[in-house]
């Protein structure tokens, strides 16, 4: 269920990054990496917790990414996203 909050949640904010910044696929490329990447930690570290091999935060992470490649259509946002997921 916390997948699906998160998966919304990341909608919502690219939405809403898209509305605020004007379209600046730089800031919102950045942001939104950072924000995959907090959440990505969140969930490891919760199943690291739960000694369960989960691969539901890389499904989830993987598509959001999905959704973020089909709402921008901007292949220097998404490669953005990935770079700075790490760092998140």
């Not at 910044?21 to 907090?38: N, R, S």
């Not at 499904?59 to 997921?85: E, G, K, P, Q, V």
Request: charge should be positive; glycine fraction near 10%.
């Amino acid at each position: 269920m916390e997948n699906i909050l998160s998966i919304g949640a990341g909608v919502v904010l690219r939405v809403v990054l898209g509305i605020a910044t004007g379209k600046d696929h730089k800031l919102i490329g950045i942001l939104i990496g950072l924000w995959e990447g907090v959440v990505l930690s969140h969930f490891l570290s919760k199943y690291a917790r739960s000694r369960s091999r989960s691969k539901d935060p890389y499904l989830a992470l993987a598509t959001r990414m999905a959704i973020d490649i089909y709402l921008s259509h901007s292949l220097s946002r998404f490669a953005l996203t990935c770079a700075w997921t790490p760092v998140g």
